[in-house]
């Protein structure tokens, strides 16, 4: 992720499809040309209850998006009665990016979550070209590195727990060679019952070998 438009862009982020849900995971820095200029960037975002956000890009976009973003939600469900699907959130998204191609935002982005179709996950690039993501996503500089692990270890159907396993092995690879990717490790896990972002600690405990 980057503190304003450089040619340099860092930042690995990942979404994986389990049985019950979806993982997003990413990693912290934040570059700015070759500065690394935050070792603790935010870089997924909770914009509805079980719906999150992954962003790689401008800081500043990426934040204005976010916040956007929980706010449609949260009118759409005023105004509805209901929770906004992954799909729903997703076409608004890139409705947003599209409406805006001409001056865009830099960004490229990961959404998913759990609704009543079950756990979903999309990618939307910076002029709203949005796709449906069946088990596997890396978005980033590092996102070569990243897919290189997710190709090889992804089941479908597998279980939280491997699945969270897996993200961070993706990480770890991507930070090892991508100058723009390092730091630590978020994790998001989001399932039909909660929205649950891991600890440190947690994090540390489920690092591969």
């Known amino acids: ?28 820095r934040a570059t700015m ?15 509805a209850p079980r719906i999150g956000l992954t962003t790689a890009g401008g800081v500043g976009d990426a934040q204005q998006l976010a916040r956007l973003m929980t706010v449609e939600a949260n009118l759409y469900e005023i105004r509805r009665g209901k929770r906004i699907s992954v799909q729903a959130a997703s076409t608004l998204l890139s409705n ?15 959404i998913g979550g759990v609704d009543e179709t079950g756990p979903v996950l999309f990618s939307v690039d910076a002029v709203g070209g949005t796709g449906k993501e069946d088990g596997i996503v890396a978005t980033g500089s590092g996102s070569p590195m990243a897919y290189g692990v997710l190709e090889d ?4 159907g597998m279980e939280e727990k491997s ?14 060679r991508d100058a723009g990717s390092g730091e630590g490790i978020a994790v998001v ?11 440190d600690e947690e994090i540390n405990a489920l690092t591969p070998n």
Do not use: C, W
């Open 1 to 28: 992720m980057v503190e304003q438009s450089d040619t340099m862009k860092g930042t690995t982020t990942v979404g994986i499809v389990f049985k019950s849900g979806v993982v997003l995971a990413s990693e912290k």
């Open 189 to 199: 896990v989001i399932t039909d019952e909660s929205y649950n972002e891991l600890t």
């Open 96 to 110: 947003i990016l599209h409406g805006n191609r001409m001056f865009p935002f830099y960004v490229q982005l990961l």
């Open 163 to 176: 699945a969270v396993e897996l993200a961070i092995r993706a990480l770890r690879s991507a930070i090892k």
């Open 33 to 47: 040309g070759y500065l690394i200029s935050n070792k603790t960037a935010k870089k997924i975002y909770q914009v």
């Open 153 to 156: 270890r992804y089941i479908a």
